[in-house]
């Protein structure tokens, strides 16, 4: 099943993985994922389903077109020239999921556990919503962008539940880069989740090869992988 639609005035996307009366279900913020690149996904976890390496879950994603926007969670200088500042209108999407996006999937799907992932700056900003918020079982974090100002002063300062899991991942290139702000994504990335592994009892840090654009939709099944196992 796959549906698109609009919940409140944004698009999001709904698509299910496997059968269960009650699966999980992951809150998604990645960049333009197609129909097409979801039947994909499902033919690759066929297997895990078949082994029952992974539980049945749905995924829902919201179709964002203004990432700086929508994800960055308190306002920051560009970084590039040629880009736009960070608007910090992250609290504006906080608000979408918690009052409009979770209360519709729950209407349909009823009482859930609810996991958030996401991808770059959608990575950055699932981490902020899971511990801004308390909602979540689960986050994933994959080549999140935490290198973002204040980041790890922020999740020093935040509680979370000792039963929540914690995917971390990066690749191994993304810090070796020219821009001295983004070449922190190593450094935050790692002291976060030393942060983290004395709060939680299930975390991993999974580095990976290649640069920030290397291997995205092997990335996203790895994170969805351990944490639906």
Known sequence: MYEELEISGKRVFIKS??????????????????????????????????????KPFILTGLISSDWNKDYSPWKMEKIYKRDEDFSGGGHETLEFVIKSWIPFMEKIFGDHKKNVMGYSLGGLFAMWLCLETGKFHGVGSLSGSLWFKDIVKYVKGKEIDRNARVYLSLGENEEKTRNQIMSKVGD???????????RVDEITLEMNSGGHFN?????????IRWMMR
Do not use: A
């Open 17 to 54: 993985f496997g059968i269960s009366e009650n699966p999980e279900i992951i809150y998604g913020f990645f960049s333009s994922v197609t129909e097409k690149d979801l039947q994909i996904m499902e033919e690759k976890l066929s297997d895990d389903f078949k082994c029952n390496r992974i």
């Open 188 to 198: 935050n990335t790692r002291e976060i989740y030393e942060i983290l592994r004395e």
């Open 215 to 223: 291997d995205v939709d092997e990335r996203v099944l790895k994170g």
